[in-house]
């Protein structure tokens, strides 16, 4: 049986849609709140954290988006990824969709490569008030 990969097949912000993807990464992050260690130990034995959230990093050729929104708008990023089979490049299964309700665009800037397209690159932190999750995945 063949492995599964994933390829990116769309992704909206506030319902626009964002074309041009060349790259998508998806992190989960934490806060570290306070670090300890006994008084003996010289490497820290416990990490407590105060939040979790996700940071997804959105790289495309569009770079018509950059004026579409300031920093700090608020919406709703969905990424939506098609199963392959690895190695063929045929559709193996249906659609993967990461749905984050509370996105902020915390960042955007361009890259101009030596030859090629230039990027854009669009960085979105998600928080979720509700403390349950900041992703929906179906």
Not at 63 to 68: A, G, H, K, P
Not at 88 to 109: E, N, R
Request: charged residues 15%; glycine residues 10%.
């Amino acid at each position: 049986m063949a492995g599964k990969a994933h390829k990116i097949k769309s992704v909206t912000f506030s319902s626009t849609a964002i074309l041009g993807i060349q790259n998508v990464d998806e992190n989960d992050t934490a806060e570290a709140m306070d670090k300890h260690r006994a008084d003996t130990s010289a490497c820290v034995e416990a990490v407590f954290l105060d939040g979790v959230g996700a940071q997804i990093v959105v790289t495309t050729t569009d770079l018509s988006v950059r004026s579409t929104w300031a920093l700090g708008v608020v919406g709703s990023l969905v990424v939506v990824k098609e199963q392959r089979a690895n190695g063929t490049g045929a559709t193996a299964g249906q659609d993967k969709t990461a749905t984050y309700a509370a996105a902020v665009l915390v960042a955007k800037g361009i890259g101009a490569p030596f030859q090629g397209k230039g990027s854009l690159v669009l960085t979105f932190e998600a928080t979720d008030p509700t403390g349950a999750s900041v992703v929906t995945h179906s």
